[in-house]
């Protein structure tokens, strides 16, 4: 540990040498530091030096149960010693199997078949070349558009960033991309002044519906991040929304899609958010926390009715046509079992439930801060936003890079916080105890604190 040639300081500027990091100005590195983690335990990171830092974003929202979950990591060990990878296009395999009866079983009602595919971004290209293509293979080429909200964010390959909408990833891009209609979310936090959440989403389902009212015959679906859109700052609405999004998508014959990438598998207090509607949408997008963040996997689910749209002797030339070399891996696959294994055995959501009171509790004060605008959480993800005015919740202007202070802020004591922007937020494993909640949510405000004295 304390050998310099494998210490943080050798180890960075070895990464630095050949490395591109992703969603990086690779610049940043000449005074951020590039931190080399050697282990992991629970809720925690350990680097080169021996330094610890509490994991306050589960590792870009992947984990669940702690890194280096012993109980996981032995069932991968043990599959990677049987089957480590096989063709999935005229073969198949146990894990892919029990882990597609499993995912149906879990899932809300009438999502009864299974599409793999190895990260988010592949899961939202799927679904958006399964809804298309079954439009068209039902005698409907015309409906070639998708609808998309205000502040989204399903990925970045190209058709995922098509129907995002966070403009740091999408500006530069946006002449090689699609245009999705855009319709306003429901964000409560953009809600008129003494309009409930729901309202909020009453009013957002209108404007919907007056789009869906011009534009749906050439619509193949509605693209949505139930209850909480994550990447474009945690923004949070009311579940009215979805089941309103439900109604509009029959009667006017355009699909849901729903992206739970990100809030799937407990994040928002159910196990889908869509529970939290009481909606089915005719996609769903799994990935993240479907291994507990050890592997890349992903899952399109959808309906029976779709599947068999694309059903036919194979002169009809109707099939669906998509493929990853990695396509339902079995490590990954056996990865993912063992993790919702861990649903069944543990009382993973009462659990959540307690450790979600609890960091609301510890967040409330902040309520008060004179930079803080709002302080807003669904289940186990809470965020904190912070603006240079409270009273017009006028935000800092961008280059002043307030967020950035907490998150070095973070790594001095000792916690992996990454701020989106000026919204400092909490998205922990689901292993974290209260003390390190405390922790947390200390060395957090400690950081906002620093980051909004002075220029
Ligand atoms: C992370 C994310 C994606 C993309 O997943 P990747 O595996 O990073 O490609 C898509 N949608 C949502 C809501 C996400 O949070």
Redesign the pocket.
């Known amino acids: 540990m304390n050998d310099p040639a494998s210490g943080n300081a050798a180890l960075a500027a070895r990464d630095l040498r050949h490395i591109w990091h992703p969603c990086t100005q690779m610049h940043d590195h000449e005074s951020v530091p590039m931190l080399p983690i050697v282990r992991g335990e629970g809720a925690w990171l350990l680097d080169a030096d021996g330094h610890r830092y509490l994991d306050g974003i589960s590792s870009?929202?992947t984990n669940l149960f702690g890194h280096a979950n012993p109980r996981i990591a032995a069932a991968l060990a043990d599959q990677a010693q049987r089957l480590e990878h096989v063709i999935f296009a005229g073969f198949t395999h146990e894990p892919a199997i029990e882990l597609a009866e499993e995912l149906v079983r879990i899932t809300p009602p009438g999502l009864d078949r299974v599409f793999y595919a190895d990260?988010?971004?592949?899961?939202?290209e799927v679904a958006l070349k399964m809804s298309f293509h079954y439009w068209l293979n039902q005698g409907h080429g015309e409906k070639t558009r998708f609808i998309a909200l205000t502040g989204s964010?399903?990925?970045?390959?190209l058709g995922?960033l098509s129907v995002s909408d966070v403009a740091l990833y999408r500006k530069t891009y946006a002449p090689l991309l699609l245009t999705p209609f855009l319709t306003p979310s429901p964000d409560a936090y953009e809600g008129e002044p003494g309009e409930s959440a729901e309202q909020t989403a009453m009013r957002r389902l209108g404007e919907l519906r007056a789009l869906l009212e011009r534009h749906a015959h050439e619509t193949c679906a509605v693209i949505v991040?139930p209850l909480v859109q994550?990447?474009g700052g945690m923004r949070m609405y009311h579940p009215a929304y979805l089941a309103g999004l439900r109604r509009l998508c029959d009667e006017f014959a355009v699909h849901f899609i729903a992206?739970?990438?990100?809030?799937g598998f407990g994040r928002t207090g159910t196990l889908f958010a869509c529970e939290q509607a009481s909606v089915s949408p005719d996609f769903m997008?799994l990935?993240?926390g479907l291994t507990g963040g050890f592997l890349?996997l992903?899952a399109v689910l959808t309906r029976d009715a779709v599947y068999r749209a694309f059903y036919a002797e194979y002169g009809a030339g109707k099939a669906f046509l998509h493929s990853h070399s990695y396509t339902g891996n079995p490590l990954a696959c056996r990865v993912a079992l063992e993790t919702l294994a861990i649903f069944r055995d543990e009382p993973v959501l009462a659990r959540n439930r307690t450790l979600a009171a609890h960091l609301a509790r510890r967040l409330e004060p902040l309520r008060e801060h004179p930079h803080v605008a709002d302080v807003r959480q669904t289940g186990m993800i809470a965020a904190v936003e912070l603006v240079a005015d409270k009273a017009s919740r006028r935000p800092y202007p961008a280059a002043e890079r307030r967020g950035l202070r907490v998150y070095l802020h973070g790594l001095q004591h000792g916690a992996l916080l990454r701020p989106l922007g000026d919204v400092v937020y909490f998205m922990p494993p689901f292993v974290i105890t209260e003390p390190e909640i405390d922790r947390l949510v200390e060395i957090a405000a400690a950081g906002i604190a620093k980051a909004v004295a002075g220029p």
């Open positions: 870009w929202w990260n988010g971004s592949a899961a939202i964010y399903h990925g970045e390959t995922a991040e994550c990447a992206d739970e990438i990100a809030v997008c990935s993240k890349p992903s």
